[in-house]
Structure formats: C-alpha cells, structure tokens
C-alpha cells in the first residue's frame, strides 16, 4: 500500500491549493480515504473524509464550507481542494486509507485509518 500526497506549497491568505493523493498496492474505490492534518507542536486531527463510492463526504467545522474532498476511483487518487485559505490552516497535511469497511461513514478518528502518506506542507502566509 502507497499513499503518495503532494500539491502543497506557499499561499497567501485567502488563496487556494488543491492537494492530491496518489494511491497503489490496494483496490482504492473498496475503502474510504480521510485527510488529517499536523500543525507544528500539536496532535494530528481530522480535516475531512469520504466514502468509497464518493457519496457522502465529513469535514472539521474549521474547514466546512472552504475544503472540498473528491475522489476519482478510476485514476486512484483524493483531492482536497482547499479554498479561503487562512493561516491557521497552515499544517502538514496526510491522506490516509480508513480500516474499516461500513460504506456509509466517515470516521474522523485516527486509530480507524492503517496507511497514511508522507505528508505534503501547507504555508499560509498573512
């Protein structure tokens, strides 16, 4: 299983950056993917998921009505579309693989995501 994010980069305030998530080694359209994210010196948390089919999607309050997660099952690969950007939103963002198999959730917890890529840095600047 790979999880390969990139996308990141330098943004002002208010901009956008879309991220994405190249996965292999595993049929991605059988399991529901999540992004988190890790801000220096805090603890990863969840931003946003989806389901497998694509149809039902979660996300943080900080980010609702700005992210918008989206998944092309025939290419294998997540994105994060990330409008309204603030500096708060300034972290390393992961895409995960989630662990279970209800079709119907989005879990935010992390215990209930097994892979996860390397990262991709996100900077807002003021």
């Known amino acids: 299983v790979q999880l390969q994010a990139s996308g990141g980069g330098l943004v002002q305030a208010g901009g956008s950056l879309r991220l994405s998530c190249a996965a292999s080694?595993?049929?991605?359209?059988?399991?529901?993917m999540g992004w988190f994210r890790q801000a220096p010196g805090k603890e990863r948390v969840f931003v946003t998921g989806?389901?497998?089919?694509?149809?039902?999607?979660d996300y943080a309050d900080s980010v609702q009505g700005r992210f918008t997660i989206s998944r092309d099952n025939a290419k294998n690969t997540l994105y994060l579309q990330m409008n309204t950007l603030k500096p708060e939103d300034t972290a390393v963002y992961y895409c995960?693989?989630?662990?279970?198999?209800?079709?119907?959730?989005?879990?935010?917890?992390?215990?209930?995501?097994?892979?996860w890529g390397q990262g991709t840095l996100v900077t807002v600047s003021s």
């Open positions: 995960a693989r989630a662990n279970y198999r209800n079709s119907r959730i989005v879990s935010p917890r992390t215990s209930q995501y097994d892979y």
């Open positions: 989806i389901t497998r089919s694509g149809g039902s999607s």
């Open positions: 080694g595993f049929s991605f359209s059988d399991y529901a």
